[in-house]
């Protein structure tokens, strides 16, 4: 008998304090399209693909972690143009790190969004991603 297989992640779901001002943040930033959305919970795909689904929480648990006191993601988006990315961001009064160059590990920054989850952005050319 064959065993079935992890074939990759569906998606991530994050916790949000507003799940409507989130979406729309989402949205506005990133371009996603919202689908299954329902009391408390929705998804939020780019084209076809499920990216992330929000979950409004009741208190204030964040998508975010620290190692040696400093903040660190759970969640690293995939872009093929990191500079502008970056640029628009900032340019929207999102927070965001300075982007870091680790050569042949590619290009990085953070950002957060208006709950405070923190996220990674990545570059990297070298790197065929399916998807």
């Not at 990759?8 to 994050?14: R, T």
């Not at 870091?100 to 050319?125: A, P, R, T």
Request: hydrophobic content about 40%; some cysteine; glycine content about 6%.
């Amino acid at each position: 008998m064959e065993v079935g297989k992890i074939l990759g992640i569906a998606y991530n779901v994050i916790p949000v304090a507003d799940l409507e001002k989130s979406a729309v943040w989402f949205v506005t930033h990133f371009g996603f399209n919202i689908r299954n959305q329902r009391e408390g919970y929705l998804s939020l795909f780019r084209d076809n693909r499920p990216i992330l689904d929000l979950i409004q929480s009741e208190n204030h648990t964040r998508a975010v972690f620290e190692v040696r006191n400093t903040k660190r993601w759970v969640i690293t988006f995939f872009t093929n143009d990191i500079r502008s990315l970056h640029n628009y961001l900032k340019s929207e009064d999102v927070t965001v790190g300075n982007i870091s160059d680790e050569g042949k590990y590619g290009k990085f920054f953070v950002f957060e969004d208006m709950d405070g989850n923190l996220f990674d952005i990545w570059e990297h050319h070298d790197c065929e991603l399916i998807y």
